[in-house]
């Protein structure tokens, strides 16, 4: 008989057995479970940001898994608790006797927080992604934003683009006849320098400027994770040196700050061997927006990057981008909100372009 259990240290034998069975079954790599439990967010339910994870389980045998994250949100004005669910995964995928759990497996995340959402999938068609939307789930994109600072390297170093049919060779011609020029030209075009240019400093350690910059930015956004002194000390703990925690200053005025990671990628499915710069999450004084995006890029460009990603769904950040010289592409993140949840965003489709989603929402920059 199936029942939920909390994820704990004596079922890890389980889910590994479990994620062998579903990647002989060909699920993708990335969606396997994890086999350690993740310390860095709180399992208190008191606590403004944890985590929890659950199994579906006959007898001793793992059947099903996912997390989900409560956060706190700020929407429309008001404080909410919501929670993102990752990894919805169940055996039904591979085997026909589990037909049917994968509802199951969202029926019980809904029944901890109905206000649930999703960020990521990588592929609308995907199984989990039809599973959502066949459940009455909302769906929207959020764009994604790349800018070449070696052009020629990236065209060398796409295999997402390189092991489809055709493309290896028009990348190849690309890359040796000089039409990789383009690129860096378009993105010279369409590069504005801000009217009032913003210094980037690296800090070790967020301070309470980031609540003074809080209060004054929250009320930009129609929906937005708080991002409070407490809350970014918890997605981006001091002792990580992977987050480059960057300030923004004008004329000694702080203007907004932006989380970044600097990875050298090997083998990576979508970036080959790049070093891939990521501007992770962001906050400004609202009409700073392009200051800061334009500052962020030029400190991961002096890391030595190949090539700068973000995610945005707010338009004024989307228009930060577009006017720092990013180039718009084919995005596989997308946001999916439960029925409960669309409710309290109503009306949806009016307020998206004002909800503040970036890659460090969620489960944060998952694959980066």
């Not at 170093?157 to 060779?169: D, E, M, V």
């Not at 000089?178 to 801000?194: C, D, H, M, S």
Request: with cysteine; aromatic share 12%; hydrophobic share 40%.
């Amino acid at each position: 008989m199936l029942e939920f259990v909390p994820y704990t240290q004596e079922w890890i034998p389980s889910v590994h057995d479990f994620n062998e069975r579903m990647a002989a079954g060909g699920l993708a790599s990335e969606l396997r479970f994890p086999e350690e439990l993740d310390a860095q967010f709180c399992e208190d339910p008191k606590d403004p940001l944890f985590r929890e994870y659950f199994l579906a389980v006959d007898g001793t045998n793992v059947r099903g898994t996912y997390f989900i994250t409560h956060e706190q949100w700020i929407a429309n004005g008001h404080p909410c608790r919501v929670a993102s669910i990752r990894l919805p995964t169940s055996e039904g995928l591979i085997n026909p006797q589990y037909k049917g759990l994968g509802r199951a497996v969202l029926k019980h995340a809904l029944s901890r927080n109905p206000f649930l959402y999703g960020l990521g999938y990588g592929d609308k068609n995907r199984p989990l992604a039809r599973l959502v939307r066949s459940q009455g789930w909302i769906w929207a994109e959020t764009p994604f934003y790349f800018r070449c600072v070696h052009p020629r390297k990236v065209l060398q170093n796409l295999p997402w683009l390189r092991g489809r049919p055709g493309w290896r060779f028009l990348l190849d011609v690309a890359t040796w006849s000089g039409a990789w020029t383009g690129t860096k030209a378009l993105q010279y075009l369409r590069t504005r320098t801000p009217a009032t240019p913003a210094t980037a400093s690296t800090v070790s350690d967020f301070g309470d400027w980031v609540d003074d910059l809080w209060e004054r930015a929250r009320g930009a956004y129609s929906v937005l994770s708080v991002r409070n002194l407490r809350m970014l000390r918890a997605r981006y703990p001091a002792d990580d040196a992977r987050f480059i925690r960057m300030a923004f200053h004008c004329k000694s005025e702080l203007r907004g700050w932006a989380v970044g990671l600097a990875t050298t990628m090997q083998d990576h499915r979508h970036f080959g061997n790049l070093r891939v710069g990521t501007i992770v999450d962001c906050l400004a004084v609202p009409g700073n927006e392009h200051s800061v995006v334009y500052a962020a890029a030029k400190a991961l460009e002096g890391r030595g990057v190949d090539v700068i990603i973000s995610n945005q769904s707010n338009r004024s950040w989307c228009t930060a981008f577009e006017r720092a010289g990013f180039l718009s592409g084919p995005t596989n993140r997308f946001f999916t909100s439960s029925p409960e949840l669309a409710r309290l965003l109503e009306s949806f489709e009016q307020n998206f372009p004002f909800i503040h989603l970036t890659r460090g929402d969620a489960a944060g920059p998952v694959h980066l």
